[in-house]
């Protein structure tokens, strides 16, 4: 993926040797890797170039995803079918190293999780939260355990970083028993389209109240909020806020979390922690 002039590899394995790179569409990119113009959304160009080792040739083909100017909201991610590629801007409101990745959000507080993999890890060090970015990437499902998430996966580009400090859409009118009542099912066969978690997830919220930490197992903290679900952070991210994660005990009482829903994860509402109190 690219929409930027790249160069085409003039060897290949063993010393091999390409030459005769053409595009098969040089109005997008010419035959030397260099754009010409940028699509509104997305062109899939193939180059093919002759590729020679001692007596032998043959072809070889490489397909190039150059990326448009045109980006999409957050909300319209969400109702972009998996499988498909979305251009999407957004606000990074906080990243997860449990699986790693990051959400970003539209100005409503709509959100979205963007997943990283090997090779993308740069992202974890270079993004902070505040920064409105436009990534390229494709739409799929991260299914785990009761878990269907909308999310950003597989490739993905990341287009631009305005490395602004925007101001977060953070609700703080819901307890937790609205929250967890609020996710949605997906239901593949009646609405594929239809965001996982409803109206909670990726989303970010400020919780106040007592909560008692009564379980901790595995570098999850679990407290019981006397619902079908109970709340699961990682202790690791506590790091992010100073907060060692050695000290926490069961018995624990939190005064106020502010958090981004994750996921469900066998039966329990999984979230991740931006900021928290303790008694």
């Known amino acids: 993926m690219t ?29 030397d890797g260099e754009i010409v113009a940028l699509p509104s959304g997305y062109a899939e160009i193939t180059f093919t170039g002759d590729i020679a080792f001692g007596e032998h040739e043959k072809t070889v083909e490489i397909t190039v995803l150059v990326v448009g100017t045109d980006t999409i909201s957050v909300d319209d991610a969400l109702n972009t079918a998996d499988g498909e590629y979305a251009h999407v801007e957004g606000v990074i409101t906080g990243f997860n190293y449990h699986a790693p990745g990051f959400f970003i959000q539209d100005a409503d507080g709509t959100g979205i999780y963007v997943r990283v993999f090997a090779g993308e890890e ?34 993905k580009l990341l287009t631009s970083n305005d490395e602004g400090d925007h101001e977060l859409n953070i609700e703080t009118d819901m307890s937790f028993e609205d929250i967890i009542n609020g996710y949605v099912a997906f239901d593949e066969e009646t609405d594929p389209l239809t965001q996982p978690g409803g109206i909670t997830n990726s989303v970010i919220y400020t919780v ?63 979230v991740v922690v931006i900021d928290i109190e303790f008694e």
Do not use: C
């Open 3 to 31: 929409n930027e002039d790249f160069v085409l590899p003039s060897e290949g394995q063993r010393g091999s040797v390409i030459t005769n790179w053409s595009s098969s569409d040089t109005s997008v990119i010419n035959d």
């Open 122 to 155: 740069w992202m974890l060090d270079e993004l902070e939260v505040g920064n409105k970015i436009t990534i390229f990437g494709e739409i799929d499902r991260y299914y785990s355990h009761g878990n269907n998430q909308k999310q950003i996966s597989g490739m």
């Open 208 to 270: 106040e109240g007592s909560f008692t930490i009564d379980l901790i197992d595995f570098g999850d903290a679990n407290f019981d909020v006397g619902l079908d679900m109970n709340i699961i952070f990682d202790l690791d991210n506590l790091e992010w806020f100073e907060i060692d994660p050695d000290t926490i005990s069961e018995g624990d009482v939190v005064t106020s979390i502010t958090f981004i829903t994750e996921r469900i994860h066998f039966g329990n509402y999984r």
